[in-house]
C-alpha cells in the first residue's frame, strides 16, 4: 500500500512553469512505474508523463520538449517540471504509481491563463 500527495499546483500565466511534487509514504517508490496523468474538465484523465523504475520515460506528444518527468528516490518524491505552460495544460493533475497494485495521488489544480 502507498499513500500519494501531490503539491505544486496553482495559477500561472501562458509561458510560465510550475514544478508539481508527489511524495510518497507506505512503501518505497524506486520499485513503482510511476506517472503524472491530468484530467481537464469535461474530458477524459490522460497520461502527461511516465517514468520506469530505472528511468526510462515517455511522454504525450502535446508535453514533449516542455515538461520532464524525474523521480528522487531517496527522497520517495515524484516531480514535474512543466515550462512554457499553455492555457490547454489546464487541468487536475494526479500522480499514478504501478507495482502490484495502482495508487492515485488527490490531484492538484493546475490552471493556466491566456
Known amino acids: 500500500q502507498v499513500h500519494l500527495v501531490e503539491s505544486g499546483g496553482g495559477l500561472v500565466q501562458a509561458g510560465g512553469s510550475l514544478r508539481l511534487s508527489c511524495a510518497a509514504s507506505g512503501s518505497i517508490l524506486s520499485t513503482y512505474v510511476l506517472g503524472w496523468y491530468r484530467q481537464a474538465p469535461g474530458k477524459q484523465r490522460e497520461l502527461v508523463a511516465r517514468?520506469?523504475?530505472?528511468?526510462?520515460?515517455n511522454y504525450a506528444d502535446s508535453v514533449k520538449g516542455r515538461f520532464t518527468i524525474s523521480r528522487d528516490n531517496a527522497k520517495n518524491t515524484l516531480y514535474l517540471q512543466m515550462n512554457s505552460l499553455k492555457p490547454e495544460d489546464t487541468g487536475v493533475y494526479y500522480c499514478?504509481?504501478?507495482?502490484?497494485?495502482?495508487?492515485w495521488g488527490q490531484g492538484t489544480q493546475v490552471t493556466v491563463s491566456s
Open positions: 517514468i520506469g523504475r530505472f528511468g526510462s520515460t
Open positions: 499514478n504509481a504501478i507495482y502490484s497494485g495502482e495508487y
